[in-house]
């Protein structure tokens, strides 16, 4: 048997509708600078609404921009009409960003932008701060797209697959106890999107816990028999046993 093995406190998902971001630390913390936004490219409004009888709409997307200031992955976490979605997936790509800063080192986060549509005022985004309320209004529209809440589940969305964290290299025969806490969304397919460390107690352990989270894969969550996304946090406990 491995004489090192690494034990959490809990499989389950804690599931909510607050996700607080960029490594552990938000906007509030002193000496943390929030991500800027450079420049922005904000895309003209769809012809194709006004054929349709739509006016306005709007659309949120969430990125993931690295310590370099790079955008790495963008997640559409709701929109009013698809094609709404589409354009604003497509436009954050040529916006360029300054990456965040902790006492003046850059880190990597990801934060929440709206796309706010009106045909005769063009488009315009706002930014969220680095806590996103995933909670769109929009269920009354067919082809809209949100973040549900738990108490909007059929159940609990099962895992298919949890990688267990290995517990790190740095920290084994020390005796040292360690926790992380990732937060993620579970996509309508059951894919995780955007898992982000939120808490740790080192380094390491959100490290660790990050990357397990990573491969993780659940049936997809149903809503009214329907798939949809929600957001989930997953809270670790890492012990060193004999």
């Known amino acids: 048997m491995n004489s090192h093995t690494k ?3 809990s499989w389950g998902c804690f599931l909510i509708s607050l996700l607080v971001l960029s490594s552990g630390f938000t906007s509030g913390i002193d000496n943390f600078e929030s991500l800027e936004v450079i420049k922005t490219v904000l895309p003209p409004y769809p012809r194709s609404m006004i054929f349709e009888g739509i006016y306005d709409g709007s659309a949120q997307v969430v990125v993931h921009v690295n310590e370099m200031g790079e955008l790495e992955d963008v997640y559409l976490a709701a929109f009013t009409h698809p094609e709404f979605g ?15 800063k902790l006492n003046g080192e850059p880190l990597t986060v990801i934060k929440s932008f709206n796309f706010n549509f009106e045909d005769k005022q063009g488009v315009y985004a706002v930014g969220i701060q680095e806590a996103v309320a995933d909670k769109f209004n929009y269920g009354r529209l067919a082809k809209s797209k949100r973040i549900y809440s738990p108490r909007e589940l059929d159940e609990i969305p099962v895992p298919i697959k949890m990688t ?3 517990f790190p290299q740095e920290f084994k025969g020390q005796g040292v106890l360690g926790s992380a806490t990732v937060i993620f969304y579970i996509n309508s397919d059951g894919s995780v999107r955007m898992p982000h460390v939120t808490e740790y107690s080192h380094d390491g352990f959100g490290h660790t816990a990050l990357l397990a989270v990573k491969e993780w894969k659940f049936q997809p969550p149903m809503s009214r028999g ?17």
């Open 7 to 9: 034990k959490s406190a």
């Open 86 to 100: 589409r354009l604003a997936e497509k436009y954050i790509w040529k916006w360029t960003f300054q990456p965040a």
């Open 164 to 166: 267990t964290p290995l």
């Open 226 to 242: 329907k798939p949809v996304a929600i957001l989930a946090r997953q809270e670790f406990s890492f012990s060193e046993k004999e």
